[in-house]
């Protein structure tokens, strides 16, 4: 069982909007932090933006102003997309920071006209 499911990806015209959204499931010794990467087809997966427990977030120099990422509760996160770019076409995947890593199985997002 997987226990992070990415929701909300899709098909978006340049300068449009989408929100993703993962859900981790089960019991965790602890969460440090949550958060989202990505990977575009032939490079490396890259940081997208990350919340921690307390609520510290970090973002990638290429998002910032455009990306939030927020929290509903210790285990849900909302990444929404503004002013959406084909460079931020990729598969995103959650993350989540316990005594390991998790990972979701990720979403696809495509941006393009």
């Given at each position: 069982?997987?226990?992070?499911?990415?929701?909300?990806?899709?098909?978006?015209?340049?300068?449009?909007?989408?929100?993703?959204?993962?859900?981790?499931?089960?019991?965790?010794?602890?969460?440090?932090?949550?958060?989202?990467?990505?990977?575009?087809?032939?490079?490396?997966?890259e940081l997208v933006a990350t919340i921690t427990f307390s609520g510290t977030t970090n973002y990638a120099d290429s998002v910032k102003g455009r990306f939030i990422i927020s929290r509903e509760n210790a285990?849900?996160?909302?990444?929404?997309?503004?002013?959406?770019?084909?460079?931020?076409?990729?598969?995103?995947?959650?993350?989540?920071?316990?005594?390991?890593?998790?990972?979701?199985?990720?979403?696809?997002?495509?941006?393009?006209?």
């Open positions: 069982q997987v226990p992070l499911v990415e929701s909300g990806g899709g098909l978006v015209q340049p300068g449009g909007s989408l929100r993703l959204s993962c859900a981790a499931s089960g019991t965790f010794f602890i969460i440090r932090a949550m958060g989202w990467y990505r990977q575009a087809p032939g490079k490396q997966r285990k849900k996160v909302y990444l929404q997309m503004n002013s959406l770019e084909p460079e931020d076409t990729a598969v995103y995947y959650c993350n989540l920071v316990s005594n390991r890593d998790y990972w979701g199985q990720g979403t696809q997002v495509t941006v393009s006209s």
